[in-house]
């Protein structure tokens, strides 16, 4: 039975072809994070001999990126909140089109590794924005199948980014990499520019300024349960950019992996954390998040310890790395959409600036973790160690401070569960 015309979010009324192209604009959109972080990834070895430097200082490019994407996301979400989503989105974008131009001829690391952080402020416009127009747009069961399929989004283009640049590395030095990206950021730009309208209206929009977004903040920070969840979604991110990180250094310089073959490994590990994503729709319809979320930060953190024991003892070789790292990746895949959705349900008369922070902290935690591999030695066990720590941490910090069994069973996460 079709609703009536009034029961319709705003985007159910728009016609159907041009709901589509905008669904597709705003795939394209969150695409652009992952590829940004993982296409170059392939070139990580590559780019250290061509500077000279080590894997640590390398992987900084990473973290700078990843830095880019928290801060702006504090900075993007508010701002979108006040003055519409239409210019914080096209500037975010049009920063990240100039910034990969400047990568192209980096004459170094130190200006590579800024480049990246402008990349990454870039790809948080674009990621926050999108977010943003689904809710103004959407509501309800349609907001959430949305929100599924952007997530879907979230995982394949993981899976195709370091495809993309294994492929260009075969045609190209790692700077061509960064041309690639370069054209797909000015396509993104040309889409958004022509099919995205402005969604939200003058009337709605919180005009509070800096004091208004600090005071927001403030109260967000003030709630222990969401501050302890969206450290818990942090935390996981971290033991997942640990792999991101490290893995192009175990599975290439250890293992001897080329960089078609360490594309395709790299895959295998994204099909899972897409995998387990997409079962939680199925999932939620037997078992709260709340369940969820707890037994898969129990079974993740005993994959971590499996792949930790493994990697410090040889046992298994290559397949005694891949299979316990791809089962922690998977219950990962559980983490990334419960926790937030437990977050942000607590506070939908700020969800901008929740989801904002809540990217923030996943970002920044992400952040800190990537180089650790490094500084620990870029290895096999280096990276399970930064792997475990992240899924013990969020362990401790789920059942410790954010203690789920005592949450409501009926909490409103159903809309937000497959945002992030």
């Not at 950019?241 to 293992?255: C, H, K, N, P, W």
């Amino acid at each position: 039975m079709t609703p009536p015309e009034n029961d319709l979010s705003p985007g159910e009324r728009l016609p159907a072809g041009r709901r589509s192209r905008i669904v597709l604009v705003l795939g394209f959109l969150t695409a652009l994070g992952p590829l940004t972080i993982d296409m170059y990834l392939p070139a990580l070895p590559t780019i250290t001999d061509d500077f000279g430097a080590t894997a640590a200082s390398v992987q900084l490019t990473l973290t700078g990126t990843l830095v880019g994407l928290a801060f702006g996301q504090l900075l993007v979400g508010p701002l979108s909140d006040a003055v519409g989503r239409r210019a914080p989105l096209l500037a975010g974008v049009g920063v990240h089109l100039i910034a990969s131009v400047l990568c192209v001829i980096a004459p170094n690391l130190a200006i590579l590794g800024s480049l990246r952080v402008l990349q990454g402020l870039g790809a948080a416009a674009a990621a926050v924005v999108a977010m943003a127009i689904v809710r103004d747009l959407f509501s309800g069961f349609a907001a959430a199948k949305l929100f599924s399929r952007l997530m879907l989004v979230v995982g394949v283009a993981p899976i195709l980014a370091p495809t993309i640049g294994g492929q260009a590395l075969q045609f190209t030095s790692w700077r061509g990499v960064f041309v690639v990206l370069t054209v797909a950021a000015a396509a993104i730009m040309a889409a958004t520019a022509i099919v995205l309208p402005e969604t939200l209206p003058v009337e709605r929009r919180r005009n509070g300024g800096v004091a208004g977004t600090i005071r927001d903040y403030g109260r967000l920070l003030t709630d222990r349960v969401y501050v302890g969840l969206i450290l818990v979604a942090g935390l996981a991110m971290a033991a997942l950019f640990a792999y991101v990180s490290g893995s192009s250094y175990v599975l290439q310089d250890g293992f001897g992996l080329s960089e078609q073959q360490f594309a395709y490994v790299f895959a295998g590990g994204a099909i899972g954390l897409i995998g387990a994503t997409q079962a939680n729709v199925r999932l939620l319809r037997r078992w709260t998040p709340q369940q969820i979320l707890s037994t898969a930060l129990l079974a993740g953190l005993a994959f971590a310890l499996l792949l930790l024991v493994l990697a410090a003892t040889g046992i298994g070789g290559l397949v005694g790395i891949l299979i316990p790292l791809w089962l922690t990746l998977a219950m990962v895949g559980l983490v990334m959409p419960n926790a937030p959705a437990l977050a942000l349900g607590r506070h939908g008369e700020a969800a901008g600036t929740a989801a904002a922070l809540l990217g923030a902290v996943q970002f920044g935690v992400g952040a800190l973790a990537a180089p650790l591999v490094g500084v620990l030695g870029v290895g096999p066990v280096a990276m399970a160690v930064v792997v475990f720590g992240g899924m013990l941490a969020a362990t401790a910090v789920c059942f410790l401070v954010v203690q789920p069994h005592r949450l409501p069973a009926d909490q409103p996460a159903s809309e937000v569960a497959f945002a992030h």
